[in-house]
């Protein structure tokens, strides 16, 4: 059975720190895997990866894929209190997405 | 414009009752989803539409039934619902490429409540 596992599961940090959010998976037919965040309502997308090796950035935040040992992070830099939420994990195998059960980021003044 | 549209945004009824959930998306996708939130925030597909035809359905009761009207659409009907049943449903769209997939849009999602 296909599986996402994130880690840790709750974080709790300062404004100014910086956190690593992990995500491994089990997937037959790895397609690729996307980072999402979700503060109170819908999932909003953040990265997707298809590549190994290749890193996406976007502002304070990047994300890495290793296809090899089956793992992506999630790199949040100089954190802000708007940072607080729940970061999704999915992994995509061409027809359908497993999400992992999230890490709950808080960031406090 | 909002992208993915569900309706309603809250649904409070009696167990036992059927109601519907509707997705709409003006993004020109061709694949649509509805997804399971329960409680504990644990997000579970629930059924993919591609181009009007039923690709997954990951053992969800046959109480759930997916219909799509067009390409724009796709309602979740659900029939006797259970208490179990009460969580937030969310609709999202994509655009799959043979042998790729693109990152999913999502709505803002349905609370639904069973009393």
């Known amino acids: 059975e296909d599986k996402v596992v994130q880690s840790p599961l709750s974080l709790v940090v300062h404004e100014g720190d910086t956190v690593t959010l992990n995500c491994s998976y089990e997937v037959t037919n790895f397609r690729s895997l996307l980072w999402y965040k979700q503060e109170k309502k819908a999932p909003t997308f953040l990265f997707m990866l298809?590549?190994?090796?290749i890193e996406k950035k976007s502002g304070r935040l990047s994300s890495i894929l290793d296809k090899k040992e089956l793992f992506s992070i999630l790199n949040i830099t100089a954190t802000q209190t708007g940072d607080s939420a729940v970061y999704l994990c999915?992994?995509?195998?061409?027809?359908?997405?497993?999400f992992g059960p999230g890490t709950r980021l808080s960031v406090l003044p | 414009d909002t992208a993915v549209s569900q309706t309603p945004k809250y649904l409070v009824t009696q167990m036992g009752n059927d109601k519907s959930i509707k997705c709409e998306q003006n993004?020109?996708?061709?694949?649509m989803y509805w997804y399971k939130q329960d409680s504990k925030k644990f997000l579970k597909i629930m059924f993919s539409?591609?181009?009007?035809?039923?690709?997954i359905n990951e053992t969800v009761p046959n109480r759930f039934s997916p219909k799509s009207p067009d390409k724009a659409h796709l309602n979740l009907h659900i029939n006797s619902l259970e208490l179990g049943d009460s969580a937030v449903y969310f609709c999202?769209?994509?655009?799959?490429?043979?042998?790729?997939?693109?990152?999913?849009?999502f709505g803002p999602g349905t609370r639904l409540t069973v009393l």
């Open positions: 993004l020109g996708h061709d694949t």
């Open positions: 539409y591609n181009n009007k035809e039923l690709i």
């Open positions: 999915a992994v995509g195998d061409g027809q359908n997405f497993v």
């Open positions: 999202a769209s994509s655009h799959s490429d043979r042998g790729s997939y693109n990152e999913q849009f």
């Open positions: 298809t590549s190994s090796g």
